[in-house]
């Protein structure tokens, strides 16, 4: 529903900012008139296109520089790096559980494939071996369950967590697999 | 695997003996009229001048068939354009000696008739399956006035007394220290794929590689059957395990020599070790350095697959296991990544506040990277981290990090003891600034273009969110149809928490704010990627929304099958309230 709503709106390209964030960032920048005018509760329009409604001072531009030197694949070189001097059986236990976090066809490539040097994949290989069309079923569930994010009781997040293995367990009965379990303002969605 | 080695040991020693026995041999046949040529080949001297005696000769039985052998194969022996095969194999039967039975191995199809197996691959062209057997080029011997000394045949496989290999003195191979191994001790270690200096070789000596009309056709790799630890495997794996080559079916071999591994094996020759090694030593050298250098290292992981291989199958599991890792993690959070991999950091400046002298020592040694938190608490909730060390002399202890922790003195022998997994369901709460990117268009777009078309659309577009993203520090927590979450949390370096939260806030709206900037209208022709891109299909949108709070990120799931790391609190409220104020707005 949301991307429907989204796709009939007339205009795009605008950054909607809640109010709690145009309050920080009237702290720490200049706003244009248009965001001063709203109201509390209301939130702003922020930027619209190449147009920005908030303007960083010299220091934050001059240290925003910085994020671009971080690259992406820098990135991923330094998880390997972190994984430098790790014993094996670490290593082991650590790729086990990173892979219950990933999709189900993305894990089992992994997991079954050969750490034989002639067979390893590079990192091209494995986007390409994902990237297949495939014909497929899916379900869509809203499970109603209220979950209080901001409880403190040692049980709060049980529900979800039953619901989660509930879900695994049956789709595993009928051959199937989780996709994604997203939790948003709508309810939560297993799919 | 012992008895093996005794037989190649022996053959070796014998290898002058074996040749005395045929010098004697082929003087005796002097007797008969025949005589070694120069090239090691054998003719009758008096045929020429003699026909009458031809059917003498001719009518004699295993010496006919012997010359016709050999003649044979100085015609056709190993070439596959012309020339002599330029590698060498040394051959040992697993029987000791050089007097093997040709019937029994020939009976018990010990050739190499497996379609995977060398001659059928290296000796195409060949005609019948008798002919496709392999003739080996034998560690040779110069030939002097004639003398030869032909290695003995077997499976009627000829050898040959040419084939050395250009440009490599076979004397100086004799005194590598690695050739006066037994081959099964030999180690490759490569680990990898063929470099540059291998592939030039292969293609300056021609090695490995089967040509037609001067073109290399086939498979180019090296085409020895290779029977590693792990069993049968096609080709000359480039393996940093002990292995033994074969040639033929590893059943028939097997039952043929009553061996558990095979019986008709040979040895890689020098020259195609040699070659390996030589091909390999310049990778050899940077692993060496690798472990000095940093950015070598990195430089040898590019050169490679992307990461480093080690040496040794324990360093090659390893390094494949860092790979997996690094896979893994691109498909998830950093926020999870990060709390698997928060302890280790938190042991770490523990150990370096509690006893700088112990850090240095676990650093250095076995130390840290050998201790792993048992209990792995998503980022850094420190309430209930702990260690477990386990000490060789006084066993496991816990340890606990946050406690008094100066009373710990890490002890060179600790090592790694269990790595017990987050315990679900796990919740950590934080403030972040969340950003909601919400494409449009995509639904619309599927319906006009097909497949590829629309991967790479969809590959561009959002390689272009994830870059700016990535870029401005964010990590992306979940993919959800066409939209993207996306967080920045309030922790970081700085001890002042008003200016990391305000750092999460500025960046996430400059975030966005690059994003519709770049991504918004933007065009989706009909030929993407070709010179002349066609007509303008449709038109790809994109709007975001930013929220601030406290999150919480849960984790659920179990141990086993699956797990999943779930975003609550109330910027998800915000985010999606901006974006329904937005298309109400809109409208």
Same mark, same amino acid.
């Given at each position: 529903m949301k991307v429907a709503r989204a796709e009939s @709106? @007339? =205009?795009?390209g605008e950054v909607m900012a809640s109010p709690e964030v145009i309050s920080i960032l009237e702290e720490i920048c200049q706003l244009d008139k248009s965001l001063q005018d709203i109201g509390v509760d209301e939130p702003g329009l922020i930027a619209s296109r190449k147009i920005s409604h908030f303007r960083r001072g010299l220091e934050r531009q001059a240290s925003d520089l +910085?994020? +671009?030197? %971080?690259?992406s694949e820098r990135y991923f070189e330094r998880i390997q790096e972190r994984c430098e001097g790790l014993p094996l059986e670490s290593l082991k236990k650590l790729r086990n559980l990173l892979s219950l976090y990933v999709h189900p066809v993305t894990r089992n490539d992994e997991m079954h494939a050969s750490h034989h040097p002639t067979s390893r994949r590079t990192t091209e290989e494995r986007h390409r071996a994902e990237a297949e069309l495939r014909t497929v079923y899916v379900i869509f569930v809203n499970v109603e369950v209220e979950v209080d994010p901001d409880s403190n009781e040692k049980g709060a997040f049980d529900k979800l967590n039953d619901v989660l293995n509930l879900t695994t367990s049956v789709l595993d009965e009928h051959k199937g697999h989780l996709r994604q379990f997203i939790v948003d303002d709508k309810g939560m969605y297993p799919l | 695997m012992d008895r093996l080695r005794s037989s190649f040991t022996s053959l070796r020693s014998s290898n002058d003996g074996g040749n005395d026995r045929l010098r004697d041999s082929m003087r005796s046949r002097k007797s008969k009229n025949i005589e070694l040529n120069e090239k090691g080949g054998l003719r009758r001297s008096s045929l020429k001048s003699k026909g009458k005696e031809s059917s003498d000769v001719g009518g004699s039985t295993s010496f006919q068939r012997l010359r016709r052998r050999l003649s044979a194969h100085s015609q056709s022996s190993y070439s596959f354009d012309g020339e002599a095969r330029r590698s060498t194999i040394r051959s040992s039967y697993?029987?000791? =000696?050089?007097? %093997? =039975?040709i019937n029994s191995f020939r009976d018990s199809r010990?050739?190499?008739?497996?379609? #995977? +197996? #060398?001659s059928n691959q290296n000796f195409a062209g060949r005609k019948s399956s008798m002919d496709m057997r392999p003739s080996y080029n034998f560690d040779t011997t110069p030939i002097e006035n004639g003398n030869y000394a032909p290695p003995p045949s077997m499976n009627g496989n000829r050898l040959t007394t040419h084939g050395r290999l250009q440009g490599h003195d076979s004397s100086e191979k004799l005194n590598n220290t690695d050739q006066e191994k037994p081959f099964s001790e030999r180690t490759l270690s490569n680990g990898g794929k063929t470099t540059g200096k291998l592939r030039k070789f292969r293609e300056k000596f021609n090695f490995g590689r089967r040509k037609r009309n001067g073109k290399a056709i086939g498979n180019t790799r090296n085409t020895f059957d290779v029977m590693t630890e792990e069993g049968y495997t096609e080709g000359y794996r480039k393996t940093n395990k002990k292995f033994v080559p074969y040639f033929g079916n590893i059943d028939d071999a097997m039952q043929a020599s009553g061996s558990t591994r095979g019986g008709n094996m040979f040895d890689v020759s020098r020259h195609s070790s040699r070659s390996l090694k030589f091909a390999f030593g310049h990778n050899s050298k940077i692993k060496k350095k690798n472990v000095k250098n940093k950015k070598k290292k990195k430089w040898f992981s590019r050169l490679n697959y992307g990461y480093a291989t080690g040496s040794s199958a324990k360093e090659n599991e390893e390094a494949f296991l860092a790979d997996s890792i690094s896979w893994f993690g691109r498909h998830v959070p950093d926020c999870v990544l990060t709390s698997f991999f928060q302890p280790l950091n938190t042991i770490s400046e523990k150990m370096r506040l509690s006893a700088p002298d112990a850090e240095e020592e676990l650093m250095g040694g076995n130390g840290i990277s050998e201790m792993v938190a048992t209990n792995l608490v998503a980022g850094g909730d420190r309430e209930s981290e702990s260690l477990d060390v386990d000490d060789e002399?006084?066993? %496991?202890q816990r340890v606990s990090i946050l406690s008094t922790g100066s009373d710990y003195a890490p002890s060179r022998n600790s090592k790694f003891v269990d790595f017990k997994a987050l315990p679900i369901p796990h919740s950590k709460k934080y403030f972040g600034a969340l950003l909601f990117v919400d494409i449009s268009g995509f639904t619309k777009l599927s319906t006009l273009l097909d497949v590829e078309t629309l991967s790479k659309v969809i590959n561009s577009y959002f390689q272009v969110i994830v870059n700016t993203i990535t870029d401005c520090r964010g990590d992306i927590l979940k993919f959800a149809g066409d939209a993207v979450f996306a967080e920045w949390t309030s922790s970081g370096l700085s001890d002042d928490f008003e200016k990391r939260m305000e750092d999460a806030v500025m960046n996430a709206c400059c975030c966005a704010a690059t994003i519709v900037e770049t991504c918004s209208d933007y065009p989706v022709f009909k030929n993407i990627g070709v010179g002349d891109q066609g007509e303008q299909v449709a038109t790809l949108n994109v709007h975001c929304g930013v929220g601030f709070g406290k999150l919480t990120g849960v984790h659920v799931g179990d141990d086993e099958k699956r797990r999943e790391y779930l975003i609550l609190g109330d910027p998800i409220n915000q985010v999606s309230v901006n974006t329904v104020y937005f298309c109400r707005y809109s409208h």
């Open positions: @709106a @007339a =205009d795009h +910085s994020f +671009s030197t %971080v690259g | 697993g029987r000791g =000696d050089r007097n %093997v =039975d010990c050739m190499p008739n497996n379609p #995977l +197996s #060398l002399f006084n066993g %496991v």
